[in-house]
T-cell receptor
Framework: LAKTTQPISMDSYEGQEVNITCSHN???????ITWYQQFPSQGPRFIIQ???TKVTNEVASLFIPADRKSSTLSLPRVSLSDTAVYYC???????????FGKGTRLSVIA | GAVVSQHPSRVICKSGTSVKIECRSL??????MFWYRQFPKQSLMLMAT?????????EQGVEKDKFLINHASLTLSTLTVTSAHPEDSSFYIC???????????FGQGTRLTVV
């Protein structure tokens, strides 16, 4: 059973900021929050990972509130090539497998 | 980030034959590897977890005699689909993590078509 809940789909225009929120009410103390991006017929690609507060890298930001029961992936100024499925996962990523939910299908429109 | 290579990227085989898919961690030692299957428009479904040097742990509903997993070294795991049937046609993806990693890295996937 997936441990996360995300919106099934989102639409955005090019150049806009996109925020995708994920709920993980039963996150464990040792769990990290990791977001992946998947294009059709490709394996998931790591975007960003965090444990608490805010994390930023060259492609995205991840906001995690103090209770860690949710997280928000922020994609600044999306382009058409950001059209993909985005998965939010929680886990310690070592011996415990990542359980994928349905993900969020982001469609970027020109 | 670390690189996980999967081979082949696509394969077509006849019903009744067996197909082997390789998953290699190229620049780190993968103590644990996971195998997933993904049908069109659906999410990834975990099939099994394999730890180097031990037997794989299969998810409920996944036949261990049909999907043979070998993880004989810290850089290689293989999935063999035995006596493949058209319903086994799917996208198979491996992922790997090592002792020093907090994130899992995924292969590019293998598109299996059984005709």
């Amino acid at each position: 059973l997936a441990k996360t809940t995300q919106p099934i789909s989102m639409d955005s225009y090019e150049g806009q900021e996109v925020n995708i929120t994920c709920s993980h009410n039963n996150i464990a103390t040792n769990d990290y929050i990791t977001w992946y991006q998947q294009f059709p017929s490709q394996g998931p690609r790591f975007i960003i990972q965090g444990y608490k507060t805010k994390v930023t890298n060259e492609v995205a930001s991840l906001f995690i509130p103090a209770d860690r029961k949710s997280s928000t992936l922020s994609l600044p100024r999306v382009s058409l090539s950001d059209t993909a499925v985005y998965y939010c996962l929680v886990g310690d990523n070592r011996n415990t497998p990542l359980v994928f939910g349905k993900g969020t299908r982001l469609s970027v429109i020109a | 980030g670390a690189v996980v290579s999967q081979h082949p990227s696509r394969v077509i085989c006849k019903s009744g034959t067996s197909v082997k898919i390789e998953c290699r961690s190229l620049d780190f030692q993968a103590t644990t590897m996971f195998w997933y299957r993904q049908f069109p428009k659906q999410s990834l479904m975990l099939m099994a977890t394999s730890n180097e040097g031990s037997k794989a742990t299969y998810e409920q509903g996944v036949e261990k005699d049909k999907f043979l997993i070998n993880h004989a070294s810290l850089t290689l795991s293989t999935l063999t689909v035995t006596s493949a049937h058209p319903e086994d046609s799917s996208f198979y993806i491996c992922s790997a993590s090592g002792r020093a990693n907090t994130e899992a890295f995924f292969g590019q996937g293998t598109r299996l078509t059984v005709v």
